[in-house]
């Protein structure tokens, strides 16, 4: 059980992670997996998606890989599925972003030159990385002392 609750935040933190991501690049969220205020987004085919962006008229679709993702079969048909999709209106191609923990990140780079050539170019992988960042506070603690 304890196990579970780690894994559900670890995801929780994992499309957070790439939902700033989504907002590096200048797309605002749609829609997006395991949030609070947003709502879900619907499965793409057969495919869940973990976010949904927009730019102006370029949309974005984003989802995260785990282990168990990484290593299945059908990854490449997933990937080359969610790549090639275009927008109703104008058929523009929507740009898929891939977000994949750094320990995996050459062995999905090194998937993704199994992708078709046309579609790659759609792809954007990103790592994700949980960095804590230091405070003020953590300095302080960890000097030694000169005068007392």
């Not at 969220?29 to 869940?48: A, M, V």
């Not at 320990?103 to 090194?110: L, R």
Request: aromatic share 8%; net charge positive; hydrophobic share 40%.
């Amino acid at each position: 059980m304890k196990q579970d609750l780690v894994m559900i935040i670890s995801e929780r933190k994992s499309i957070d992670l790439l939902v700033s991501e989504f907002w590096r690049l200048g797309f605002l969220t749609l829609s997006r997996r395991l949030g609070t205020y947003l709502p879900e987004p619907e499965n793409i085919g057969r495919f869940k998606v973990d976010a949904i962006g927009r730019q102006k008229e370029k949309y974005a679709i984003g989802i995260t890989l785990s282990k168990e993702e990484i290593f299945s079969s059908d990854l490449i048909e997933k990937i080359n599925f969610l790549a090639s999709r275009k927008t109703r209106s104008s058929d523009k191609p929507i740009l898929l972003l891939i977000g994949v923990h750094d320990i995996y990140f050459k062995q999905v780079k090194e998937i993704l030159l199994n992708v078709d050539e046309k579609f790659r170019k759609n792809i954007k992988l990103t790592r994700i990385v949980e960095e804590r960042v230091k405070s003020r506070r953590d300095n302080r603690q960890t000097q030694q002392v000169i005068f007392s």
